[in-house]
């Protein structure tokens, strides 16, 4: 099982971005997928996530308002659209995936993470 994330980069403050998420070894239709993140000095932040079977869904407080958790079960993705984005939003973000809907928002419960992409916001 491989998770990769992609689509970190450069953006200046109040700009968008939005990551991707794509698997292989396992199907997004039947994992919860997360995101997280985590800045210098800081510890691992939770941002977002979706649930496997309802695709119920949960956002960090940073995140509210700003940021948009979805899938493509077509295409076994994951997306986070990052909009108003904010010097504090800089940071490696992960995604990580798991097999139960149970504490989403606990990275500690996760079976898989990806490497991680980077995204600075600048001021």
């Known amino acids: 099982v491989q998770l990769q994330a992609f689509g970190g980069g450069v953006v200046q403050a109040g700009g968008s971005l939005r990551l991707s998420c794509v698997a292989s070894?396992?199907?997004?239709?039947?994992?919860?997928v997360g995101w997280f993140r985590q800045a210098p000095g800081k510890e691992r932040e939770f941002v977002a996530a979706?649930?496997?079977?309802?695709?119920?869904?949960y956002y960090g407080d940073s995140a509210k308002g700003r940021f948009t958790i979805s899938r493509d079960k077509t295409r076994n993705a994951v997306y986070l659209q990052m909009n108003s984005l904010n010097p504090e939003d800089t940071a490696v973000y992960h995604c990580?995936?798991?097999?139960?809907?149970?504490?989403?928002?606990?990275?500690?419960?996760?079976?898989?993470w990806g490497q991680g992409t980077l995204v600075t916001v600048s001021s």
């Open positions: 979706i649930g496997r079977s309802l695709g119920t869904i």
């Open positions: 990580a995936a798991k097999g139960t809907d149970y504490l989403l928002m606990n990275e500690d419960r996760y079976e898989y």
């Open positions: 070894g396992l199907s997004f239709s039947t994992y919860a």
